[in-house]
Each structure stands twice: as C-alpha cells, then as structure tokens.
C-alpha cells in the first residue's frame, strides 16, 4: 500500500508540473505573439529606417576666394667623405636660406622641414667588362638631403621671395602654389549651400509627384576638386642672378561639394 500510495503521489505531482509548464508556455506565446503585433505597428507608423517610398537627389554648393598664402619648397643638397661633414656643408646652405628668409619676414613657424635624410654613396669597382669579379661594394662618403616648405603670407611678395632664395646657394626650388591656409569655414559655406540645392531640388520634385517631403533618410557628400594656380620655379642646380621679380596674379580658388539626399516621401 505504501508503494502504492508514494506512485500515486509521484504521478500527481508529475502531472502536476506538467500541466503547470504548458499554462506558462501558453502565456509565454501570447505575450511574444502581443509583442510582435505591436512592433510591426510602431514600424509602420513611426520608423524611419523602414521608409519604403523615397527620393534621392544631388546638391551642389560653390564658395570663390582669392588664395591668401603662396607655398614653395626648396631643398639643400651636400656631398662629404664623413656624415659630419656633409650635414656640416648642408647646414651652412640652409642657415644661408633660413637667414634670406627671416629677413623677409617670413616666421618661423611657416618654415618647416619635410624631409631630412642621410645616405651613404657607395663604390662598385671600376671593372667595365663582361667577365667582372663580384665585388663588395666599398662606401666612399655620405649625401645629406634637406627638404623645407615655405608659406608666404604676402602673396604680392611671392615671386620676389621666390627668386630671392635661389641667390642662397640652395640646390632646387619647386613652383609657387597659391592657395588658401585655412578652408574650414569656406567648406561650411559650400556644404551650406549644397545643402539647401538638395532641398530645393527635393521639394520640386516632390511637387512634380504630388506627394510630400517627410524626413532625411540618408546623407553622403563629396567635395569637388580645384586647381592650385601655379607658377613654375627651378629645378637641379640654381644659379639666380639678381633681376626684377615676376608678376605673379593670384586669381580666385573655388571650393565645390557635393551632397546626396534621400527623403523620405508620403
């Protein structure tokens, strides 16, 4: 009887559990089923991201600015059996430039050096034949190279500046590049405009449709490229005589960019 009774027990509770578990999984589906509805409802009503009718277009804005800086570079080259040596010859050529510079009113913190190397030249025999012996190749001094950019603030100076540190003794001067120091508030100018193209461009679109403008669903932009007015300087070894400076007009950069806009529509 004891056994009896504890199966019977057993069984109960088992059931019991049993029936417990499905109430729960029962509830537990309806509450998920609930949830489900609701989301597809919010998303219909309210969300963005599932914008299933939409416009795109393309906006341009455009800002012309005379360059305010004027930019070149020059470099200083220098031969010597000895690294001391030759970092001696090109620091005596580029203390001559720095000097020239600082005379001009040029400040030091638009002199900067972009480039400085060392490196050893080297001897590879002087047999001239097919049948030469290999040969270890023997170092026979050391070039020492210095780069400098130059910012010119006073771009009516430019050309004079420009021919005026070749007289220096230094060994190549690239071209004159004018262009403007500082563009962040000349871009936000652009984008501005751009910005407001798109938008224009949106709502007549949207009017040629006969629907309506809703939100922003997407927003990329690019910006244009413009050409540096250049004027060409020296190259190789310079040898400038003193002669009057060049005219060098500036004319006007033009900063471009691009946006592109999807809206939604309703």
Not at 13 to 33: D, E, M, R, Y
Not at 64 to 71: F, G, H, Q, T, Y
Not at 116 to 143: A, F, H, L, M, T
Not at 239 to 260: D, F, M
Request: contains cysteine; aromatic residues 8%; proline residues 3%.
């Amino acid at each position: 009887m004891c056994v009896k009774r504890f199966l019977e027990d057993r069984s109960f509770a088992v059931n019991t559990t049993l029936f417990v578990t499905t109430i729960a999984v029962g509830l537990l589906s309806l509450f998920l089923i609930s949830k489900i509805i609701t989301e597809v409802a919010m998303w219909d009503a309210t969300d963005d991201t599932y914008a299933a009718n939409t416009v795109s277009v393309q906006g341009e804005g455009e800002v012309v600015a005379a360059p305010d800086v004027a930019k070149f570079t020059f470099s200083v080259n220098a031969s010597a059996e000895s690294v001391e040596a030759a970092q001696q010859l090109s620091a005596e050529s580029m203390n001559k430039a720095l000097d020239y510079l600082k005379d001009n009113n040029i400040d030091e913190k638009d002199i900067k050096t972009t480039n400085y190397y060392v490196s050893p030249k080297y001897s590879y025999g002087d047999c001239r034949g097919y049948n030469c012996p290999p040969q270890e190749p023997v170092v026979i001094g050391y070039d020492v190279n210095q780069s400098v950019e130059v910012k010119v603030r006073e771009t009516n100076k430019a050309g004079e500046i420009l021919s005026g540190i070749g007289t220096t003794g230094v060994t190549n001067i690239s071209g004159l590049q004018f262009t403007i120091d500082d563009e962040d508030d000349l871009r936000e100018e652009a984008r501005t405009k751009a910005v407001q193209d798109a938008r224009a461009k949106a709502e007549q679109l949207a009017k040629d449709l006969g629907v309506k403008i809703k939100k922003v669903v997407s927003f990329s932009e690019d910006s244009g490229f413009y050409p540096y007015p250049e004027a060409y300087g020296m190259g190789g070894d310079v040898a400038v005589k003193s002669s009057a400076a060049p005219s060098l007009p500036t004319g006007e950069n033009t900063i471009t960019i691009r946006v592109y806009v999807t809206y939604e529509i309703k």
